[in-house]
Nanobody, 126 residues
Framework: QVQLMESGGGSVQAGGSLRLSCEVS????????MGWFRQAPGKEYEGVAA????????YYADSVKGRFTISLDNAKNTLYLQMNSLKPEDTATYYC???????????????????WGQGTQVTVSS
């Protein structure tokens, strides 16, 4: 059974940093796509960042490019999202997700992912 569990959320002031972690268990595929998504109150899910584990290739939404970094520690089976220069508009519940195969065109599309964590709240105050 595949399980993803996020941690690391919290409250910070604008300009601050947070690092989110997503521990993955029960996942036996050596090649996959993993991503971070967020949902602000009253808004739809938004793809934030994605990584293809076989190549290490990363992708980012324009809204976070240059501020967020997605990375993977295979030894720890953990996905990370380093968030710097946080803005109030980054406030949301953040989710990690994974799937065996995600087409390139859908790498930041929530419906392309099968496995999801429970989410962790990030609040950025001005």
């Amino acid at each position: 059974q595949v399980q993803l569990m996020e941690s690391g959320g919290g409250s910070v002031q604008a300009g601050g940093s947070l690092r989110l972690s997503c521990e993955v268990s029960g996942y036996t595929e050596s090649s996959t796509c993993m991503g971070w998504f967020r949902q602000a109150p009253g808004k739809e899910y938004e793809g934030v960042a994605a990584i293809y584990t076989s190549t290490g290739t990363t992708y980012y939404a324009d809204s976070v490019k240059g501020r967020f970094t997605i990375s993977l520690d295979n030894a720890k089976n953990t996905l990370y999202l380093q968030m710097n220069s946080l803005k109030p508009e980054d406030t949301a519940t953040y989710y990690c997700a994974a799937d065996f195969w995600v087409p390139f065109s859908a790498r930041l599309r929530p419906t392309a992912y099968l496995y999801w964590g429970q989410g962790t709240q990030v609040t950025v105050s001005s």
